[in-house]
Nanobody, 116 residues
Framework: QVQLVESGGGLVQAGGSLRLSCAAS????????MGWYRQSPGKEREWVGS???????KYADSVKGRFTISRDMVKNTMSLQMNNLKSEDTADYLC??????????WGRGTRVNVSS
């Protein structure tokens, strides 16, 4: 099992920055990739980006150039640096991890509110 806990959410003005963190515990050695999703009320869950092998990152077009994902293999954390935030970035941000055993694990999320 892998446990994930997000932190760092809050209220920020449009144009500002925020850094989210996801702490992983449990069978960390089984994790092959981690990522971020977000979900706003009334909308479907949206993939934000992911990191594999602590190096290869991919991003949704909506955040490319503004968001950066990094993974610290020593601290067992993953971060999401969000710059130039827009009101449409307001959502609950969830951390996810996929393992070598084919299982997916989710955190409970952290809320980001961007005021215009």
């Amino acid at each position: 099992q892998v446990q994930l806990v997000e932190s760092g959410g809050g209220l920020v003005q449009a144009g500002g920055s925020l850094r989210l963190s996801c702490a992983a515990s449990g069978r960390i050695s089984s994790i092959k990739a981690m990522g971020w999703y977000r979900q706003s009320p009334g909308k479907e869950r949206e993939w934000v980006g992911s990191v594999a092998n602590s190096r290869t990152t991919k991003y949704a077009d909506s955040v490319k150039g503004r968001f950066t994902i990094s993974r610290d293999m020593v601290k067992n954390t993953m971060s999401l640096q969000m710059n130039n935030l827009k009101s449409e970035d307001t959502a609950d941000y969830l951390c996810t991890a996929s393992t070598l055993y084919g299982t997916d694990h989710w955190g409970r999320g952290t809320r980001v509110n961007v005021s215009s």
